[in-house]
Structures are given as structure tokens and as C-alpha cells.
């Protein structure tokens, strides 16, 4: 590339100067004489100096320097060009593989094709949410909460509201502790139970020591209204990414509901990359949120729930 250049520039420089009395050759020809007779051609041009004005041969180191800036211009262009290129492809790439949504050409449907880091979403065989039915009655160990008042912070990030919590609440199951990193939610609930979903759902996220997920699900359903979820919203963010910390402090407690019954399956994250392994729990109870309490996160976020999956004959416990 870069010796095509070259001979290009050459051809280019060296027919608009002195070796344009040779019309009779074609560019290529005035690179390569330009290349291998630069010396002799020097004495004939000499020669014919005094009879052929105005016209001054070029040197050799002359033609050189032109070249040279030339190829310097070219360059500089061409990685300005790339440069341009390189940022409008990073920028598509980026809509294309980062963002998703919950409609259309980014909706769930397309997840596991945008960006193949996401690919579970689409061949993942225990995915999440589903309909829960068919579920196995048997005595469920009860999962031990141990909520505290904690600080909290409430973010918009552009997919549902989320409270990140400080550290401290826990919930431990089969032996396992397991740390609460946020709550958030989606409307409607993305879980149904016999084919029933609520007006939404809150999902508390914990994450073990090694790394495992287990998600507490608390359906909610219309009703009376609900102090913490209207702390949530009295804290709510202006601006989206840009988190809300209150000096107050939240009592996770309030979420859960007052019968502790549950269902479990192993299922999936329900946003990309959809990964598996994540432990489900969902109380069977519902809480309640007010219809205006509802209406307020669904100006936000009028439908941010992915359509259940196929459980593909998943073990599903429930207590007794
Ligand atoms: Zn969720």
C-alpha cells in the first residue's frame, strides 16, 4: 500500500513538473525514470536550462521534499478519515450490542442476537420469568431475613427504578448466606403464578460469596398504599444514571410480606445477559401498592417486564 502510494504521488508531482516534456510516457513510466535515472537526467536538464524558460528543473532533493509532503498530506487525510470511521462503526456497534429494551428491534424477542454476550438470552434452557404452576408441595426450609435499617440510593437506570443498599442485609437458605445488593422493580410482574400476574413486582437481588445469585420476588398487587415503595418515589432521581442518595434510611422488612410461604426454581436474571444459575425465590403473599403509587412508576415505565419462558419441565417447590 504504502509503495503504491509512493509511485502515485511520484507520478502525480513528477507530470506536473520538468519530466512533463516526455508526454509521450505514461505516469508509471515518469515514477520508475524518477526512481532510476535521476542522476543522469540531471546533465540533459542542465544542458537544455539556458534555451528552455521559463521552466527550472526540479532538483532531485526538491522533488523529494514535495513528495514527502505530499505523502505527508495523503497520510494525514486518510487517518483523519479512518479516525472518523472507526468512531461512527464504535458508535453503532454500541447501539446495536449495548442497548435493549422491552419493544421492538431491541425488545426481548432480539436479546440473544444483538451482542453475543447476550446469547443465553435466546438459547438458555432455564430461563427466567415463567408461569409457575405444576409446582412440588413439601416442607420448605423458611428463608432467613436479616434486613436492617440501611442507607440507600435510588436510581433511574433506564430500565426500572433501583434502591442500592448499604451492606448488611442478608438472607440465608440451605446454609448459604446470601448479601442484598439492590431492590427494583417491574410493572407488571414479570412472574405469574397459574397464569396470574399483579400490577408489579419488586425484586431484591442477593449475591453470595461466590458469586451466586438468589432473587426474592414479592408481588404486588393494587391496594392500600405502601410507605416504603413512597419513600422509593420521594426520593426518585430527575436524572436518569445519576443516583439519589437521602440521608434518611430504609427498612427492607416492609417489603416482604407477612406470610413467608414461597415458591423455588432455578431459573435466569430476566434482563441480558439473561444468565443462569440465579436461585428464584417468590412469596406466595402479595404486598400492596396504591393505584397512584403504581401510575407514578408507570409514567416512568409503563411496561418493563420480560414475557415468561418456557420452564421446560423445571423442578418447582412450593411450601406446604
Ligand atoms: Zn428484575
Not at 11 to 27: C, F, I, N
Not at 76 to 89: P, S, W
Not at 186 to 203: C, Q, W
Request: hydrophobic residues 35%; proline residues 5%; neutral net charge.
Amino acid at each position: 500500500m504504502r509503495i503504491g502510494i509512493a509511485v502515485f504521488s511520484c507520478a502525480l508531482l513528477l507530470s506536473q513538473g520538468a519530466l512533463a516534456r516526455e508526454p509521450q510516457k505514461s505516469s508509471a513510466d515518469f515514477a520508475t525514470d524518477a526512481i532510476t535515472k535521476g542522476d543522469s537526467r540531471k546533465g540533459a536538464q542542465a544542458d537544455k536550462a539556458q534555451d528552455a524558460k521559463p521552466a527550472r528543473a526540479l532538483t532531485n532533493d526538491e522533488i523529494a521534499a514535495m513528495i514527502k509532503t505530499r505523502l505527508a498530506e495523503i497520510r494525514k487525510n486518510r487517518a483523519a478519515r479512518l479516525a472518523d470511521e472507526r468512531t461512527k462503526a464504535a458508535a453503532e456497534l454500541s447501539e446495536r450490542t449495548e442497548h435493549w429494551s422491552y419493544d421492538g428491534e431491541s425488545g426481548p424477542e432480539k436479546w440473544g442476537k444483538r451482542n453475543p454476550a447476550w446469547a443465553t438470552c435466546a438459547s438458555g434452557k432455564r430461563q427466567s420469568p415463567i408461569d409457575i404452576r405444576d409446582g412440588i408441595k413439601v416442607d420448605l426450609e423458611p428463608v432467613m431475613f436479616d434486613y436492617l435499617p440501611s442507607r440507600f440510593n435510588v436510581l433511574d437506570n433506564g430500565h426500572t427504578v433501583q434502591v442500592n443498599v448499604g451492606s448488611g442485609n442478608s438472607i440465608t437458605l440451605t446454609g448459604r448466606k446470601y448479601e442484598l445488593e439492590h431492590f427494583h422493580f417491574h410493572r407488571p410482574s414479570e412472574e405469574k403464578i397459574n397464569g396470574r400476574g399483579t400490577e408489579m413486582v419488586a425484586h431484591l437481588v442477593h449475591k453470595d460469596g461466590d458469586g451466586r445469585i438468589a432473587v426474592v420476588a414479592v408481588l404486588i398487587d393494587s391496594g392500600a398504599a405502601h410507605g416504603l415503595i413512597q419513600t422509593v418515589w420521594n426520593n426518585l432521581p430527575l436524572e436518569k444514571n445519576e443516583p439519589l442518595a437521602p440521608i434518611s434510611t430504609i427498612d427492607i422488612n416492609q417489603l416482604l410480606p407477612q406470610r413467608r410461604d414461597y415458591y423455588t426454581y432455578m431459573g435466569s436474571l430476566t434482563t441480558p445477559p439473561c444468565s443462569e444459575g440465579v436461585l428464584w425465590i417468590v412469596m406466595k403473599e402479595t404486598i400492596q401498592a396504591s393505584p397512584q403509587q403504581i401510575a407514578i412508576f408507570g409514567k416512568l415505565y409503563p411496561m418493563n417486564a420480560r414475557p415468561v419462558q418456557d420452564a421446560s419441565g423445571r423442578l418447582i417447590k412450593e411450601s406446604n
